[in-house]
């Protein structure tokens, strides 16, 4: 087991970041630039094509084939499967992998994004097939949640499917490799050609064995750690399960933890908050306020709720509910936050479409992520989700 202090061989000197706008709360859509092509030779048109059929063949045959297979199996050991698949072909997805239309490029907390469509955190905990989310068509992923502490999370079985409600139960529990056995990973691929040209995101949590009381100490270790990789950093204190995470959402310690990250912040990222479904108004307010204190770059709404009410009894289960049954009070949350606060906002929660994606951009989203709805829709969603966009124009 990796514990955090460790070191690995490699230098983690920082990287060059995208500038920041002059306020954290800006957000716009880039620029209408012509798009050219880099490589024209005729190998490569020709790669390009065939990589398109295959790439075009793999998410029509999702829903009616791969999905169907999938679903037979364990949902935990069959996501094992997928990201060794993915950690193993991601470079060949990344090569040829949709071209990116300028269209839908927007500019969000200083940082470019070619689409606003990306990978919600806790799909690629460890980092290990990040060149796979840039082949598959997402403007951006996040990894994590990662820890200080590398940790097993929670025992087996941990995640629970409910198909005829599009739903997941998970009580994974911040199962991860630890901050420093993740810092070498991203530190080899950095020094590869394979690093992704999308910005990549890092979801940091509290170690389980670590107290309530030394909760910052904790987030520390795992931002300083890993500061020179992320283009972005999310804290999620809103996991429902980790013990007692979840109080972290409260003032005192949310003002603790956002002075002191901000403070060590020297590399000026962009630190996002990720919010619970089940918080109160009013704690959602004080939160706003501490976002503003603190110039925090943005919010995360939601992660996955407690209330399974949206599900039958008898699926009923410790862990947090995700899925279509989270889509409408995830959108009112996020409607509460974009009608009192200009700080963007990345949404996620019950994004099974389209449809549903547009509705979150309808209520003040600047970005959205995919997990379940990836899970149950597959890559195509992605496309769907973009080329909805361009339709409205």
């Known amino acids: 087991m990796v514990v955090a202090g460790q070191a690995c061989s490699q230098n983690h000197a920082g990287s060059p970041t995208s500038p920041r706008l002059s306020t954290p709360h800006e957000w716009e859509p880039a620029a209408r630039l012509p798009y050219r092509r880099a490589d024209s030779s005729r190998h490569c048109r020709a790669a390009a094509v065939a990589g398109s059929i295959i790439f075009s063949t793999f998410m029509n045959l999702y829903k ?3 999905r169907p297979f999938l679903f037979l199996g364990d949902p935990e050991s069959v996501h094992h ?3 060794d698949v ?3 072909f991601g470079p060949v997805l990344q090569r040829f992998g949709p071209t990116p239309d300028p269209r839908l490029e927007r500019t969000v907390f200083g940082l470019r994004f070619p689409n606003p469509v990306g990978l919600a955190a806790g799909f690629d905990k460890n980092g290990v097939a990040l060149p796979a989310w840039q082949g598959l068509g997402f403007g951006f992923a996040e990894i994590g949640t990662i820890t200080a502490r590398a940790q097993p999370g929670n025992p087996k079985p941990r995640i629970f499917r409910i198909p005829q409600y599009r739903a997941l139960i998970n009580r994974l529990g911040f199962n991860n490799d630890g901050c420093d056995a993740i810092a070498c990973r991203l530190q080899r691929l950095k020094e590869t050609t394979q690093w992704p040209k999308i910005p990549v995101g890092i979801n940091l949590g509290k170690s389980k064995v670590t107290p309530l009381a030394e909760a ?3 987030y520390l270790l795992s931002f300083e750690r890993l500061q020179h990789f992320g283009d972005y950093f999310v804290l999620n204190v809103s996991s429902p399960n980790t013990p007692g995470l979840r109080n972290l959402q409260d003032r005192a310690a949310l003002d603790e933890l956002l002075g002191h990250i901000q403070r060590r912040n020297t590399a000026g990222r962009p630190v996002l908050v990720k919010i619970a479904p089940d918080l109160q108004w009013e704690a959602i307010e004080e939160i706003l306020a501490l976002v503003e204190e603190h110039k925090i770059a943005g919010l995360i709404a939601t992660n996955t709720t407690i209330d399974h009410s949206g599900v039958p009894e008898e699926n009923h ?3 947090g509910l995700s899925g279509a049954p ?3 009070r995830s959108t009112e949350i996020l409607r509460f936050i974009t009608s009192r606060s200009k ?4 949404a996620v929660g019950g994004i099974m479409s ?3 994606a547009l509705q979150k951009f309808d209520a003040g989203a600047a970005l959205v992520q995919l997990y379940t709805g990836y899970i149950y829709e597959g890559p195509g969603l992605i496309g769907k989700i973009n080329r909805a966009l361009l339709r409205r124009g």
């Open 354 to 356: 389209a449809d549903d």
């Open 81 to 83: 499967l997928a990201m």
């Open 343 to 346: 700080v963007p906002v990345i």
């Open 64 to 66: 009616e084939v791969i």
């Open 86 to 88: 993915l950690s193993l």
């Open 216 to 218: 910052t100490a904790d």
């Open 326 to 328: 989270l889509r409408d």
């Open 317 to 319: 289960t410790q862990g």
